[in-house]
């Protein structure tokens, strides 16, 4: 072996064994501090600002941020380890974490320099809080459609609209709101007219409707966010006018893995609670575990899981090497372990029984908060659209 392949080897075996330790401090922050009361909080219907500002005093506030603002400084490979970790405590919290990244990473790679020094300390250490605004009440999958404007008045620009199914919204100091900007002119309609702005949380005109009465993800809000005139120096724009759908798109991208990965997590946590239950459970006399039909049942479950996995690390990977490929493979990992994981999750809770269907037993919990998932980030049908599209050469 050469001297350059033995040195790549010892760097791979470095990565390798900073990675389990990553992994590790994050679990053992997953289970002391999320799962023992993840029922508790999802009964509630708690938001845990506090926690939250622990996980960003351990750098998950800022994961794949750059280090000279607070960040972390870590690969998307990294990042989708730890969601899944975090998911295995409270898959709402996770996914809330994901979603603050990614805002957190939009200003980073976006902002400028006195943005970025600006913002992201506070947001990396999650002393602030952030939320996405592209949604709207009549602009889901469609993002082009966003109908919130923002119209230049001298060194500012004034933001009217609504944004709809905001996670965080209310308790976030930080929000980067998409608008339409190209007015009526025909060359900056749909995608060309959107622009993207870093609005505080304080800003005059800006406030939230009622929290969502919702399915899951009870541990977060979930409300509107009214903007009525709300003036934002164009200091504050966060690129060039018409730059903001692709920022958005590519945003997605991060945020598509995040969500992915918080699905396996809430998956696997769920099939090993049904392991241990059919190990220990017994009908007519014999386990549950010596039935081949639960055996079959358990095999299929850990291949969907494995086989998700699989495909968000290969997607993370491409993001990480800015492969041109990677929005397809980010999409094509966000339909697959997003199905799978709610997939899993539903086989657990029959697994269980009626068990299952009791609270107490926190089965029903992932099985509401995954359901979400092959919803937001692009609905799992755009995925597809995405997918197919790029399989047969379609713009």
């Not at 993002?143 to 996670?167: N, P």
């Not at 979930?222 to 903007?227: G, Y």
Request: charged share 25%.
């Amino acid at each position: 072996m050469s001297a350059t392949s033995t040195a790549g080897t010892m760097a791979a075996q470095a990565t390798a064994e900073e990675r389990a330790a990553l992994v590790e401090a994050v679990r053992d922050f997953a289970e002391a501090r999320l799962a023992p009361v993840a029922n508790q909080r999802d009964a509630d219907k708690e938001f845990p600002v506090e926690t939250l500002r622990e996980a960003g005093s351990l750098g998950l506030g800022a994961i794949v941020v750059g280090e000279d603002v607070g960040g972390s400084g870590l690969t998307r490979a990294d990042s989708v380890a730890i969601y899944e970790e975090l998911a295995r405590g409270d898959v709402a919290v996770a996914a809330y974490l994901s979603i603050h990244n990614m805002v957190a990473w939009m200003i980073d790679e976006f902002g400028t320099d006195e943005q970025r020094q600006r913002w992201l300390p506070r947001l990396c250490s999650m002393d602030d809080l952030a939320s996405y605004c592209l949604t709207e009440p009549g602009a889901g999958s469609d993002a082009a459609a966003v109908a919130t404007t923002a119209a230049r008045d001298g060194d500012d620009y004034v933001l009217t609209g609504t944004k709809q199914f905001i996670s965080g919204a209310g308790s976030s100091a930080v929000y980067v709101v998409m608008a339409r900007t190209g007015g009526s002119d025909p060359d900056r309609q749909g995608s060309r007219g959107m622009t993207a702005f870093i609005v505080p949380g304080d800003a005059s005109g800006l406030s939230f409707g009622p929290d969502e009465h919702k399915m899951g993800w009870n541990a977060q809000p979930t409300r509107q966010v009214i903007l009525d005139g709300v003036r934002v120096p164009a200091a504050d724009r966060l690129g060039e006018e018409g730059d903001g759908f692709g920022i958005a798109m590519r945003g997605l991208n991060g945020g598509r893995l995040g969500i992915a990965a918080c699905s396996i997590g809430g998956a696997q946590w769920a099939l090993e609670r049904s392991i241990a239950y059919v190990k220990d459970r017994a009908t007519f006399g014999q386990p549950l575990a010596s039935r081949q039909h639960v055996q079959f049942q358990i095999a299929d479950m850990e291949t969907e899981l494995q086989a998700a996995r699989a495909l968000v690390e290969r997607a993370a990977a491409k993001l990480d090497a800015k492969d041109p490929d990677a929005q397809v493979a980010c999409a094509m990992a966000k339909r697959f372990a997003t199905d799978a994981g709610f997939r899993v999750a539903d086989e657990a809770l029959q697994l269980h029984g009626g068990y299952g269907y009791l609270h107490e037993y926190g089965i029903e919990r992932v099985v509401r908060d995954l359901r979400v998932h092959r919803i937001l980030e692009g609905t799992n049908e755009m995925m597809r659209m995405i997918v197919g599209r790029a399989m047969l050469g379609a713009r």
